[in-house]
């Protein structure tokens, strides 16, 4: 029996299996927001290069198993995914192809069957290895943009701090964390690089890559966030106003913070019913605003919900508005809450861990920037409700 044929006949059925079977690993959550084609990958082309080895009379095609599986990786980086997770699809991928072409292999001869197994193992092994190759050197290049663009914020940062002594300590109280983290995971990874004369510990290696890549993250994020307040207070950014479809740009932000409101299991509502198609306001900034609002919204709900509504008050103005049911925020806090640092006390931690102090700081400062005002409603244990009301049309300064 030809077996080689036999999976090539059943290759559009392993695919769809094994995506149907992704979907609902529960081990495997970043494929959760992706669409068929995306995680389907390049698998394909592995399925394929793995006939021509079964095949007794095509050449092996190994060269397709390296691109594929080494594209496949690359990706998988992009999308998020962890070490564990692109094992975790190998695995799978496996197990649906013996089960797929079982029946068939039970009428080969003990020879047959022993064959096709070790090949098939062989090519799956082939591919996890060139896959965690592509993931690993993927993961590199990402800590080396970061890593430049880390250089390029610390010599803005020098120029602020220079002048702007005030925020020095709070600053280097803020960045002595994360980058404490970072240095230290990449001395351990340097060292054992050097120890290893060129044999990588490839997941070992990874899970220190992991963690300083999420560190330099945060300590991006809040650099990004310093420089932001620096150049509103220094009067460098202006608004840049234009047409603007709000409820795609709400819809925008939805989709971007929903995988982290599902973490928690918060549903996020969106009620753009009786918002205006366009708007003449900086689409740029807005979403800033709307993010920041949503972000901290999660960040300080542990249950319940959040809603977020866009809707035209009267000829003049209009609002977004987005309620939580989080922690609440007490009266004497109401006002701090604005101020540079300032974070409100979280259960027994002083403040929410990844909280900056900086979110609600920029907001107030860009609705300002578009002529708008910020309101708070809030109590403790119930919830908040910020509401951000804008004129229609953005009235031009003139220069």
Not at 87 to 99: C, D, G, P
Not at 253 to 258: K, Q, R, T, Y
Request: with cysteine.
């Amino acid at each position: 029996m030809d077996f080689s044929q036999v999976l090539a006949e059943k290759t559009g059925i392993i695919l769809q299996k094994w995506v149907s079977e992704v979907r609902k690993d529960k081990h495997i959550e970043s494929a959760d927001e992706l669409s068929y084609t995306a995680i389907k990958n390049h698998l394909p082309q592995v399925i394929k290069a793995m006939v021509t080895v079964l095949s007794t009379s095509q050449g092996n095609d190994v060269k397709s198993i390296v691109v594929a599986s080494w594209q496949h990786g690359i990706l998988r980086a992009e999308q998020g995914f962890d070490p564990a997770e692109i094992a975790r699809e190998y695995h799978l991928l496996r197990t649906i192809i013996f089960e797929t072409i079982e029946t068939y292999l039970l009428q080969g001869t003990p020879a047959a069957i022993i064959r096709v197994m070790r090949l098939i193992d062989t090519v799956i092994d082939e591919a996890i290895a060139r896959c965690f190759n592509s993931y690993f050197e993927e993961r590199l290049r990402e800590l080396q943009q970061l890593y430049n663009s880390l250089t390029l914020h610390n010599n803005e940062l020098n120029r602020l701090v220079n002048s702007n002594q005030d925020y020095f300590t709070q600053l280097a109280h803020e960045l002595k964390s994360p980058l404490a983290s970072i240095i230290g995971y990449s001395d351990l990874f340097l060292r054992q690089q050097r120890q290893q004369n060129g044999k990588n510990d490839t997941q070992v290696n990874l899970e220190h890559i992991e963690r300083v890549l999420r560190n330099g993250r945060h300590l991006l994020r809040l650099i990004n966030d310093i420089l932001e307040l620096s150049r509103y207070e220094a009067g460098k950014i202006q608004p840049e106003p234009e047409f603007t479809n709000v409820c795609e740009l709400i819809n925008n932000v939805f989709e971007m913070l929903e995988p982290l409101a599902k973490e928690k299991n918060l549903p996020i509502v969106v009620n753009c019913e009786s918002a205006l198609q366009q708007v003449f306001i900086d689409a740029i900034k807005l979403q800033q605003i709307v993010t920041n609002l949503v972000s901290n919204a999660i960040r300080y709900t542990e249950s319940g919900d959040i809603n977020i509504t866009c809707q035209v008050l009267d000829d003049q103005h209009w609002a977004i508005a987005v309620t939580d049911t989080g922690i609440g925020i007490a009266p004497e806090n109401q006002t701090q809450i604005f101020e540079p640092y300032f974070r409100v006390s979280y259960v027994n931690k002083s403040y929410v861990p990844g909280s900056t102090g900086l979110g609600l700081a920029i907001v107030i400062r860009l609705v300002k920037l578009l002529q708008g005002k910020i309101n708070l409603i809030s109590e403790i244990g119930v919830g908040s409700t910020f509401s951000v009301t804008f004129p229609l049309q953005l009235k031009m300064l003139e220069s």
